[in-house]
T-cell receptor, first 116, second 111 residues
Framework: GAGVSQTPSNKVTEKGKYVELRCDPI?????LYWYRQSLGQGPEFLIY????????DSGLPNDRFFAVRPEGSVSTLKIQRTERGDSAVYLC??????????????FGEGSWLTVV | GEDVEQSLFLSVREGDSSVINCTYT??????LYWYKQEPGAGLQLLTY?????DMKQDQRLTVLLNKKDKHLSLRIADTQTGDSAIYFC???????????FGKGNQVVVIP
């Protein structure tokens, strides 16, 4: 597609349930990022993939959060045993790589997660 | 580490210029960005500036960078109602592929 695509756009889940959020980056982009944005805040970095590998996962808040990108394209963010504090917009972004001009990073529309 | 600060709210009349400010702490930042977020939407990249530049102009947008004071500003000329949004500045440090964002500055354009 033309832009970064994220599904679902909205997800309501019960506390304790497992959630998967999907990101389809811009075609050909090797770098993929996940960010989390709480209400009234700026996006906070979670994890960065270069190709299939997680080059930097230092932003994942705890071991309930995990992300994969098995074929170097689509990525899935997985949240286990969800808590109400996980409620946020989860933003995915991609770029053509670390050495591209300006390293311009393009964001998707986000997946709005509400844990009740 | 990176830390980005922004003021919170700006009200401007349609047709006037608006200026949004941002300060950052990492003097080694290589690129600085401005993103726009409309209600319920994702982040739209507006413009970015490389750290060896002082100014960049792109149509109605002018970015000014003061490296000495670690201050970044975005000026929007002839502000339109469609410019109402939250504006985030972000910095990228060398050797680090993540962006560090400020809390955003909400701009409300009054017709």
């Amino acid at each position: 597609g033309a832009g970064v695509s994220q599904t679902p756009s909205n997800k309501v889940t019960e506390k304790g349930k497992y959630v998967e959020l999907r990101c389809d980056p811009i075609s050909g982009h090797t770098a993929l990022y996940w960010y989390r944005q709480s209400l009234g805040q700026g996006p906070e970095f979670l994890i960065y993939f270069q190709g299939t590998g997680a080059a930097d996962d230092s932003g994942l808040p705890n071991d309930r959060f995990f992300a994969v990108r098995p074929e170097g394209s689509v990525s899935t963010l997985k949240i286990q045993r969800t808590e109400r504090g996980d409620s946020a917009v989860y933003l995915c972004a991609s770029s053509s790589g670390p050495r591209s001009s300006g390293n311009t990073i393009y964001f998707g529309e986000g997946s709005w997660l509400t844990v009740v | 580490g990176e830390d980005v600060e922004q003021s919170l709210f700006l009200s401007v009349r349609e047709g006037d210029s608006s200026v949004i400010n941002c300060t950052y702490t990492d003097s080694s930042s290589t690129y600085l960005y401005w993103y726009k977020q409309e209600p319920g939407a994702g982040l739209q990249l507006l413009t970015y500036i490389f750290s060896n530049m002082d100014m960049k102009q792109d149509q109605r947008l002018t970015v000014l960078l003061n490296k000495k004071d670690k201050h970044l500003s975005l000026r929007i000329a002839d502000t339109q109602t469609g410019d109402s949004a939250i504006y985030f500045c972000a910095e990228k440090a060398p050797g680090n592929n993540r962006l560090a964002f400020g809390k955003g500055n909400q701009v409300v354009v009054i017709p």
